[in-house]
């Protein structure tokens, strides 16, 4: 059974930074890619970030560059998102999402909470 399991949400100011973490199990992690989306309240679920399967390459949704960095430990099956300089509008369910290559095959976590609140 496939489980991601997302930690390192909370409540934080304005200005702060947060480390989020998703780790894996079930799945042979190194063959997939990872990545990130979140989904404030009332609006869609949103793109944030992904890496692919060794951590060569990172990709952004435009809105998040500079700010978000996402990264992946395979020896621990763990993907990562480090968010700085928090702002109220990243406020949101941040959920976590592995992506076999070459395949509708994906999987989600049940997400984590971040809340920017000063």
């Known amino acids: 059974q496939v489980q991601l399991v997302e930690s390192g949400g909370g409540l934080v100011r304005p200005g702060g930074s947060l480390d989020l973490s998703c780790v894996a199990s079930g799945l042979p992690f190194s063959t997939y890619a990872m990545g990130w989306f979140r989904q404030a309240p009332g609006k869609e679920r949103e793109y944030v970030a992904s890496i692919s399967q060794r951590g060569k390459n990172a990709h952004y949704a435009e809105a998040m560059k500079g700010r978000f960095t996402i990264s992946r430990d395979n020896a621990k099956n763990a993907v990562y998102l480090r968010v700085d300089d928090l702002r109220l509008d990243d406020t949101a369910i941040y959920y976590c999402?592995?992506?076999?290559?070459?395949?509708?095959?994906?999987?989600w976590g049940q997400g984590t909470q971040v809340t920017v609140q000063g």
């Open positions: 999402n592995a992506r076999k290559p070459n395949s509708t095959t994906f999987y």
